[in-house]
């Protein structure tokens, strides 16, 4: 079982910046994939961003070249820094886990985290 909190979120003006991170209870360095939801008002939740247990980073279209993904494995966290924001980056924030045990991969979430862009 994996716990996760995030922290990071808030009130920001468009074209402004803010850095989420995704502390989890145990090691990262072999959960499978880590990545950042979010959940804006009346919409599904969408991937964001992850990043597998080999490093490799996976963007939605729409953050391509403002966000980054990063991970601290040392400190068991996942960070992401939204650069040049939007107000349509508005929206709650989830990390999410994917580790996997006897071929059987599992889901956890964190308790998510608002983002608001607005002016």
């Known amino acids: 079982q994996v716990q996760l909190v995030e922290s990071g979120g808030g009130l920001v003006q468009p074209g402004g910046s803010l850095r989420l991170s995704c502390a989890a209870s145990?090691?990262?360095?072999?959960?499978?994939?880590m990545g950042w939801y979010r959940q804006a008002p009346g919409k599904g939740r969408e991937l964001v961003a992850n990043i597998t247990s080999g490093g490799t980073k996976n963007y939605a279209d729409s953050v391509k070249g403002r966000f980054t993904i990063s991970r601290d494995i040392s400190k068991n966290t996942v960070y992401l820094q939204m650069n040049s924001l939007k107000p349509e980056d508005t929206a709650v924030y989830y990390c999410?886990?994917?580790?996997?045990?006897?071929?059987?991969?599992?889901?956890?979430w964190g308790q998510g985290t608002q983002v608001t862009v607005s002016s």
């Open positions: 145990r090691s990262i360095f072999s959960i499978n994939i």
């Open positions: 999410n886990a994917k580790p996997v045990l006897l071929a059987i991969e599992y889901d956890y």
